[in-house]
């Protein structure tokens, strides 16, 4: 019985030192320090190393504390670290499912305590925290594919929410980097762990997958799943933006009926809810579904409405240009068009933007020769394309057709036309399917 006790005891050590192993070593591959170099300047064996990081050998406080010296780091034995953070972990993820104002806060609460955090089993848990904050906050500065491969490497300590989470993460990122074969499987991956809200998010971000590759159906049937367990679990918030995606969908299949009272819906919502954040994107988006419906004067009407600091957007300034032009305003439009490029030296990182405000500036211009204009066009055009964004190719497409009818140049009309027709086959494949 006595031996029972003590075997059990001694897999209860070596399972926690093989975290604290596996932590280690994340720390050393930081730091890029081999094993060699580690034991040169801590006089450990390299072996003896090695074994710590494998979970084989059990090392004592004071030479767990010599090792982390030799990195740079302060070695914090705090106890029960693992349990605190993964509550603080479901209290941080469940701020990000309601959308609530205070996940900054909850945050920057876990960051505080980072230094007790750094050596103990808990670290690759914080790694998690920062992956989904960074990733969900669409930070460029951040180092993805470290944090990604350092939790990678602790995978299978964490729990079946976590793991799920984690795929959700990677696949993300993946979509950002344009790796869409990648990023589906990473959402299979998260599929194998099947969990409440976390699996909520996973079919809402597979949607956004699905309409940057051109599948609107299986966008839509994800998204609709996603808001079907946002609204029967109250997380009012992301079912509102479940709603903006639905809106921006029959928006792309050109159901401007169904899309413009969705978008009016979330707009007031958004202002119920006080979802600051979203409001220039919402607009910006519900504006140019009333321009691509060729309601003109609502476009005047709701960007009069606007309050001063979104007026400053030059994008708005864009769909004004658009709406006056197409109601006959010309003066009006290039007064608009110059104030988008006049607000732009506040966007240059944005160049398809760039690009669009001096396209229709180029457009607009009665000074400009024909081919000046088409050969603007055409480059922006290739842009939009790089960019997989198809209507705005329409639009630009629609533009150059103006210009070719204006010289009679029948068979380049019919190329475009041709063009044109084809970016509006998955709107007909769909309406097929549905109706």
């Known amino acids: 019985m006595h031996d029972r006790s003590m075997n059990h005891r001694k897999k209860t050590i070596l399972s926690e030192n093989s975290d604290q192993g ?3 070593k994340l720390h050393r591959k930081d730091k890029k320090m081999t094993l060699q170099e580690l034991s040169n300047q801590s006089g450990i064996p390299t072996k003896r190393i090695s074994n710590f990081e494998k979970g084989r050998t059990v090392l004592t406080n004071d030479t767990i504390q010599l090792l982390y010296s030799c990195l740079g780091i302060t070695y914090c034995s705090y106890e029960n670290q693992e349990t605190q953070l993964s509550n603080s972990f479901y209290i941080f993820y469940e701020a990000v499912l309601s959308y609530d104002d205070n996940l900054e806060v909850i945050y920057h609460d876990i960051l505080l305590r980072k230094e007790e955090i750094l050596t103990s089993s808990a670290y690759p848990l914080f790694l998690l925290i920062e992956l989904i904050y960074h990733i969900f906050h669409d930070d460029m ?3 993805f594919e470290k944090t990604i491969d350092a939790i990678q490497a602790y995978r ?4 079946n929410k976590q793991k799920l989470i984690y795929h959700d993460c990677v696949a993300l990122y993946f979509m950002k980097q344009k790796e869409y074969d990648k990023a589906l499987e990473q959402f299979e991956h998260a599929a194998e762990y099947g969990v409440g809200g976390a699996n909520a998010i996973v079919n809402y971000h597979q949607g956004l997958l699905f309409l940057d590759i051109n599948d609107p159906c299986r966008a839509m049937s994800c998204v609709y799943k996603a808001k079907f367990f946002f609204d029967n679990n109250h997380y009012i918030k992301r079912s509102v933006l479940c709603s903006f995606r639905i809106a921006c969908i029959y928006r792309y299949l050109h159901c401007y009926d169904e899309a413009l009272p969705i978008y009016e819906n979330c707009i007031r919502q958004m202002r119920t809810y006080h979802m600051i954040n979203k409001y220039k994107t919402m607009y910006i988006e519900y504006l140019w579904c009333l321009i691509l419906a060729e309601r003109y004067k609502n476009v005047l009407v709701v960007i009069d409405d606007l309050d001063d600091k979104l007026k400053k957007s030059p994008i ?15 003066k009006l439009a290039v007064k608009s068009i110059v104030e988008a490029k006049r607000h732009l030296k506040n966007y ?3 160049s398809l933007l760039k690009s669009i405000v001096e396209t229709y500036y180029t457009y607009l211009s009665v000074n400009k020769k024909q081919e000046t204009k088409l050969k603007k066009l055409r480059g922006t055009l290739e842009e939009a394309k790089k960019c997989n964004n198809t209507e705005l190719q329409r639009f630009i497409i629609e533009m150059i057709i103006d210009i070719l009818d204006s010289d009679s ?3 380049m009309i019919i190329s475009y036309y041709q063009s044109l027709l084809q970016s509006y ?9 549905n109706y």
């Open 22 to 24: 596996i932590v280690f």
């Open 141 to 143: 500065f951040f180092d």
């Open 156 to 159: 299978y300590n964490l729990d």
């Open 316 to 330: 708005f300034h864009l769909y004004c240009s658009l709406a006056n032009e197409k109601l006959g305003q010309h």
């Open 348 to 350: 240059e990182h944005i």
């Open 409 to 411: 140049q029948s068979d």
């Open 425 to 433: 086959k998955y709107h007909q494949k769909w309406m097929k399917i």
